[in-house]
């Protein structure tokens, strides 16, 4: 076996680049891709939002059925800390 680190590049239509040393010959090879950084994070709708504002934030705000979302979260969080079913 033969092992040669070769440095490439994907493509945006998923292929690999690279260009191969004459030392290694013609034939079926076996390739392990280490990419040097992590994949970029997944957008949040509507733009970044700043690290102190919890990733939940605005997840009801495009719903319909709900109408006056800080309405709707203030009577939740009401009926959460007034439980009398023996929880906190």
């Keep these: 076996m033969i092992a040669v680190k070769l ?9 690999l680049e690279l260009n191969m040393p004459a030392s290694v010959p013609p034939g079926e090879v076996e390739v392990i891709v280490l990419h040097p950084e992590p994949p970029p994070r ?19 705000a495009d719903r ?14 009401h009926r959460l800390e007034t439980r009398h079913d023996g929880q906190p």
């Design 7 to 15: 440095k490439g590049t994907v493509t945006k239509d998923h292929r």
């Design 42 to 60: 997944p957008r949040l709708r509507g733009g970044a939002q700043p690290a102190t504002i919890h990733p939940a934030a605005g997840i009801w």
């Design 64 to 77: 319909e059925d709900i109408g006056d979302t800080v309405t709707f979260v203030s009577q939740l969080r």
